[in-house]
Nanobody, 117 residues
Framework: QVQLVESGGGLVQPGGSLRLSCAAS????????MDWYRQAPGAQRELVGT???????NYADSLKGRFTISRDNAKNTAYLQMNSLKPEDTAVYYC???????????WGQGTQVTVSS
């Protein structure tokens, strides 16, 4: 069992930055692919990006260049660095841990990001 706790959300002005963290409990964090999703009000949850066990990343095309995903296996934590934030980035952001080759998947509770002046 893995428990995920996101943190770092809040209110930020357009053009600002935030770094979200996703802290995982338990062992074997290094084995999981970590995904970040977001869900805006009235919209479907969408994939922001992923980082695999080796540290390779992929991002939604619309977010490339502004968002960066990283991980620190020693701290059992994944990160989402968000720069040049726009009002349309306002959403609840979730992290998701997936064990490759299995159906094992865990979700955090989400953290609210609001971009507004």
């Amino acid at each position: 069992q893995v428990q995920l706790v996101e943190s770092g959300g809040g209110l930020v002005q357009p053009g600002g930055s935030l770094r979200l963290s996703c802290a995982a409990s338990g062992s074997f964090f290094r084995l999981y692919r970590m995904d970040w999703y977001r869900q805006a009000p009235g919209a479907q949850r969408e994939l922001v990006g992923t980082i695999d066990r080796g540290g390779s990343t992929n991002y939604a095309d619309s977010l490339k260049g502004r968002f960066t995903i990283s991980r620190d296996n020693a701290k059992n934590t994944a990160y989402l660095q968000m720069n040049s934030l726009k009002p349309e980035d306002t959403a609840v952001y979730y992290c998701n841990a997936n064990l490759p080759g299995t159906s094992t998947s865990y979700w955090g509770q989400g953290t609210q990001v609001t971009v507004s002046s």
